[in-house]
């Protein structure tokens, strides 16, 4: 039985249930798990996930301010904890330094190594092919109204955090 058959039962059960709004929210949370996966395959040569990329990614814009783990577990939804090991790994790799903040003493901030620089370089051609392949089943037009939509969506789900 396919999830579509799932809801359409259970809303047979439930005649209140928004069951197009049920069908759009798993089908967008099912992409999103197959859009990352996708990424993931394409990293794995690199041996990279897609949590790296993004930090060495950020990391790679930083020019006059250099970033703290906090801004950037705040852009990845990481928790501390994740953070923390996901720089560990970065840093046991040489792909990442980090260093007590010249501006407080108390944060560290963040630098992508001469290696991270090198990796990124080689990595980003492969998460944007990625990228071009999932999205590239969309004419430009829909692609644009569906990036409208989803941003819609991602505000009101913002404003909706407690």
């Given amino acids: 039985m396919t999830f579509e058959e799932r809801i359409d039962r259970f809303c047979a059960h439930h005649p209140q249930a928004p069951r197009d709004f049920i069908l759009g ?6 992409t999103a798990r197959l859009l990352r996966q996708h990424a993931q395959r394409a990293l794995a040569p690199l041996a990279l996930d897609l949590e790296q ?15 703290m783990p ?3 577990g705040t852009v990845l939804d990481a928790t501390r904890t994740q953070m ?4 560990d790994g970065l840093e046991s790799r040489d792909l990442v330094r980090r260093h007590a903040s010249a501006h407080d003493r ?3 901030e963040l630098e992508l190594t001469a290696a991270g620089q090198r990796l990124l370089k080689r990595a980003a051609p492969l ?13 430009p037009a829909a692609f ?15 404003e909706l955090q407690p």
Avoid: F, G, I, P
């Fill in 106 to 108: 108390r944060s560290l």
């Fill in 84 to 87: 923390t090991r996901l720089l």
């Fill in 144 to 158: 644009a109204s569906t990036s409208r939509s989803l941003a819609q969506v991602h505000a009101r789900l913002q």
């Fill in 25 to 30: 929210s798993r089908l967008l949370l099912r």
């Fill in 70 to 72: 906090s801004e950037l």
């Fill in 127 to 139: 998460v944007h092919e990625a990228y071009t392949q999932a999205w590239t089943a969309l004419e």
């Fill in 53 to 67: 990329y993004l930090v060495l990614s950020m990391l790679a814009t930083d020019r006059e301010k250099l970033s």
